[in-house]
């Protein structure tokens, strides 16, 4: 699920300093931002459709033990197949240990953060299965080994010309594929529906659950998620538990939603709502043999019961990462998770623990836009200073991100600035080394670990008189008299 | 699901909500969301014409096409010369009851008459006869369903699965026709669960709204139509 997190601040780095990247995040966000305002215009009541999709989430959040249970009975009642998977390794065991019983050697997924979080593509080929990831930018990702930046947009950070020399590459496609974006496509198409045909296995993730039909929603744009879902002749279906509404025009609500605030579209092209595997018996002509339903815990639960609950009412749109100024900036890869930008931040450290992710909360100007454009209106900024003061509190923590020098230093401090003489004194020497140090009032370069200031700008050298000085020039006579007796009482 | 794990998935839950706080959290079920007396007045029905309209100008805006025609012999004039100008005469489709339950009698015997045939559907459950079956499937060009209910907000149209009601035929082929009747329009899809009791039912293992032709925007952004699903669809109201 991540990349090694103690380098948070090289991978920002990094991001910051590729002109490429850059470029791709400027134009996508500015389209994604607009299309997604421009179609929420269409609602005739955007806010009161959010308040409704935000009580909805709330409502069944709260009676999620309810929910799941219905949902359940539900899916068996049609002929599915239900697993609640603990941890992580309960569900890679369960698809595993299901791939190797049914003999599956090809399987085919559509796009689910959920086997990404799983890490489960790496799992299921070690059974001896081949995989392949259907969705065109997934697919992209897979080829390459690298991983995605966008929930919704997994490769923005590609450029065309980068797509077709990996294509040219990794599966042989010719110059006269290549041409064009349409071309490149129709390649992609062809080379993957013989992946479809083949395929015994197709895995989804799950965008809604919904407990009075027992039917899984999964929403693509490309089709991908149908084939998934039709033909292999086993489906499992992989959610997150709170990935789940009561009814369907509960459901009905979240993507109106979802749509608009992912890509501004007012539904996404195949919403595909499945119950229970093909059935035959009644005549159906098409549709996989077996559906299975894993229902990942993984750390959600531990969430639900706890300050940072309200992270799971998340749709999964991407609207908090196209509005982030942090994520604008840094793309996807620098959070070093699987799920980037504001809500990543929240929920990486609240399913990971803060020990190994506790840069994340620190990455945002708590400017509070997540949370405007949230089609549920989630509080993260809220939570992101819940998850700050906590690593406050986890020795590990202080003792990873604040380096010994930097405690010496800040204990140092605080024992001085309780002394005001010293401090008066230190202050003017420091001033005056900072004087000889500067050129033309500005410093450009500090000494050792303190360079980190100076690494992106200059710093200003200290004026020749402290702020003690001025004040007690300016205030000379009755007035500073005035202010130090009042001070002193 | 053993009774183990549902036991255990119980107990973990029941013991988590004790301590949830979840903001805007109420005990009850909210209650549906009543839209503007604009968007009320047009789920009911009673205006089709303004609903067909917002219908054909939500999936032109998509690059999907729409032709109205007056009978089921217009809506068979209309696929025979689709299927002439793809060259075809094998469809791959729903049946003549599959039509015949969405209010669309006769046109599978209309297009017989034209010289058109529809292609077998049942897949094998599994097996090399499964893959042989879908791998003769695919190259078929054109594919040929009814729809249940039209959403004129969106443009999308909506597919039951069933007897004689095929998946592949709305999805295999580079090229889709629906045949939809202008009375089984509906607003949004929030209208189509309230007016429609037997669709919120789930009355198949599949159902589906499709809004379009299929598309990607993954690279560059750029769009481009018929990644995976049909690259287009044909829509005759009836």
């Known amino acids: 699920m991540s990349v090694a997190p103690a380098t948070f601040y090289k991978r920002v780095e990094e991001a910051i300093g590729d002109q490429r990247l850059q470029g791709a995040l400027d134009l996508a966000m500015a389209r994604l931002q607009a299309t997604r305002s421009a179609s929420l215009k269409t ?136 041409v064009d974006v349409p071309q ?96 035959q018996q009644e005549g159906e002509p098409d549709g996989p043999e077996e559906l299975h339903v894993v229902m990942l815990d993984n750390g959600r639960s531990k969430l639900l019961g706890g300050e940072l609950g309200e992270i799971l009412y998340c749709i999964r749109c991407g609207a908090c990462l196209n509005i982030c100024p942090v994520y604008q900036e840094i793309g996807g890869h620098a959070y070093g998770s699987v799920y980037p930008g504001p809500v990543g931040a929240v929920l990486t450290p609240g399913l990971r623990g803060i020990a190994d992710f506790h840069e994340l909360p620190n990455a945002s100007s708590l400017c509070g836009a997540c949370r405007e454009v949230c089609p549920v209106r989630i509080d993260i900024p809220r939570m992101l200073l819940k998850l700050r003061e906590e690593a406050t509190h986890d020795p590990q923590v202080v003792a990873k991100a604040t380096p010994l020098w930097l405690r010496m230093g800040l204990r140092g401090y605080r024992w001085m600035a309780l002394r005001p003489g010293l401090f008066r004194f230190a202050g003017r020497a420091g001033g005056v080394m900072m004087r000889l140090m500067a050129r033309d009032g500005w410093i450009k370069k500090l000494p050792g670990p303190l360079g980190g200031w100076t690494q992106s700008r200059d710093f200003p050298a200290a004026p020749a008189k402290s702020f003690t000085q001025r004040w007690q020039e300016q205030h000379k006579g009755g007035q500073a008299k005035q202010q130090e007796r009042s001070a002193r009482s | 699901m053993t009774p183990e794990n549902r036991e255990q998935m119980l107990r973990v839950l029941r013991d988590s909500l004790k301590s949830a706080n979840l903001p805007a959290a109420t005990p009850e079920h909210p209650a549906s969301l009543v839209y503007s007396d604009e968007r009320t007045a047009w789920s009911s029905g009673t ?99 009814g729809a249940d209910a039209g959403l004129a907000e969106s443009g999308s149209i909506v597919l039951s699965s069933g007897p004689g009601r095929g998946r592949l035929a709305s999805l295999m082929v580079p090229v889709h026709i629906a045949v939809l009747r202008r009375d089984r329009m509906v607003f949004a899809l929030s209208d189509l669960f309230r007016l429609r009791p037997d669709l919120a039912a789930m009355p198949g293992s599949n159902l589906v709204c499709i809004t379009g032709p299929s598309r990607t925007a993954d690279i560059e952004m750029t769009l481009s139509r018929g990644v995976h699903g049909p690259r287009e669809i044909h829509v005759i109201l009836l």
């Open chain 1, 43 to 178: 609602f005739p009541d955007s806010d009161a459709v959010r308040d409704q999709a935000r009580r909805i989430r709330a409502h069944t959040l709260s009676r999620l033990d309810h929910y799941l249970d219905e949902f359940t009975r539900n899916v068996e009642a049609k002929g599915g197949t239900v697993f609640y998977a603990h941890t992580a390794a309960d569900a890679v065991r369960y698809v595993c240990d299901l791939a190797r019983a049914k003999g599956v050697q090809s399987v085919v997924k559509s796009k689910s953060m959920v086997t990404e979080e799983l890490e489960l593509n790496g799992y299921l080929e070690a059974t001896g299965a081949t995989i392949v990831e259907t969705d065109l930018g997934e697919w992209v990702v897979q080829l390459a080994h690298d991983h995605p930046s966008h929930i919704v947009a997994p490769i923005i950070h590609w450029t065309r010309e980068d797509v077709a020399k990996l294509f040219k590459k990794e599966v042989g496609a010719t110059d006269e594929d290549l």
């Open chain 1, 184 to 279: 490149m496509t129709a390649f992609a198409r062809r080379t993957l529906r013989r992946a479809f045909l083949q395929a015994d296995m197709g895995i989804s993730g799950v965008n809604f659950a919904i407990a009075s039909t027992g039917s899984v929603t999964i929403c693509t744009n490309e089709g991908n998620g149908r084939l998934t879902t039709t033909l292999p002749r086993i489906h499992v279906a992989m959610m997150g538990i709170e990935r789940i509404v009561p009814t369907p025009e509960d459901l009905a609500i979240m993507l109106q939603m979802l749509g608009r605030s992912a890509t501004g579209q007012k539904l996404t092209v195949y919403t595909n709502m499945l119950t229970g595997p093909r059935r």
């Open chain 2, 47 to 145: 205006d089709i014409d303004t609903l067909t309209m917002r219908f054909r100008k939500e999936l032109d805006a998509l690059a999907g096409v729409t032709y109205p025609v007056e009978s089921v012999d217009e809506a068979a004039a209309q696929i025979a010369e689709l299927a002439q100008r793809f060259d075809t005469t094998r469809l791959l489709g729903w049946d003549a009851a599959a039509f015949e339950s969405i209010g669309v009698p006769g046109l599978i015997d209309r297009l017989t008459a034209r010289g058109l045939s529809m292609v077998a559907q049942q897949v094998p459950f599994s097996g090399d006869a499964r893959r042989d079956c879908l791998t003769g499937l695919d190259p078929l060009p054109l594919g040929l369903t």
